[in-house]
C-alpha cells in the first residue's frame, strides 16, 4: 500500500486525491515532480513510404511474372525466389512433355510452355488483386 506524504499513513490506491487520515491534497505526489511531455518528441507526417498499388504488382505479374518480379515489388523476396524457380522448373517440365509425348519441335514446346505459364502467372495475379487485404513484405496494405 502506498504511504501519505504528509503523515506517512498507508492509504489506498483508490484515494489519490487526498489523504482520508490527514486530509492533505495528492497525498501520492513527490515534492518537485514534474510532468513530461511525451507527444512533443513524436514527429508526424510523411515517413518517405510509398505504399505498394496493386495495379502495379498485376501488370508485373503479367509480364514479369516468370522471374518472380511481382513478389520482389512486394518486397517478399522468398517468394519472388520460389516462383523464378517453379516457372523455370514448369518451363522445363512442360518443354518435355510437348517435345516427347505431343512430338512438336522443341521451340514449338518452349513457346507453347511459356505461354501456358503466362496464363497461369496472369490468374495469379489476378487471384492477388482480387485479395481483400493484401500486405507487403513490411506489413503495409497494398492499395
Known amino acids: 500500500m502506498p504511504i501519505c506524504k504528509n503523515c506517512g499513513s498507508r492509504i489506498e490506491k483508490f484515494n489519490k486525491d487526498f ?8 497525498p501520492f505526489a513527490q515534492d518537485g515532480e514534474k510532468t513530461v511531455e511525451i507527444t512533443s518528441n513524436i514527429e508526424v507526417g510523411n515517413s518517405g513510404y510509398q505504399p505498394k498499388k496493386k495495379s502495379t ?3 508485373f505479374f503479367i509480364f514479369f511474372g516468370f522471374f518472380g518480379i ?31 509425348y505431343a512430338q512438336l519441335p522443341i521451340y514449338w514446346s518452349v ?8 496464363v497461369v502467372n496472369t490468374v495469379a495475379g489476378l ?3 482480387r485479395t481483400p487485404n493484401l500486405k507487403d513484405g513490411n506489413g503495409e496494405f497494398v492499395i
Do not use: E, R, T
Open 70 to 100: 511481382p513478389f520482389f515489388y512486394l518486397k517478399q523476396i522468398k517468394s519472388g525466389i520460389i516462383l523464378m524457380i517453379i516457372n523455370l522448373i514448369g518451363i522445363g517440365a512442360l518443354s518435355f512433355i510437348f517435345a516427347f
Open 57 to 59: 504488382m498485376l501488370m
Open 111 to 118: 513457346i507453347i510452355a511459356i505461354l501456358l505459364l503466362l
Open 127 to 129: 487471384v492477388l488483386f
Open 19 to 26: 489523504c482520508p487520515i490527514c486530509g492533505c491534497k495528492s
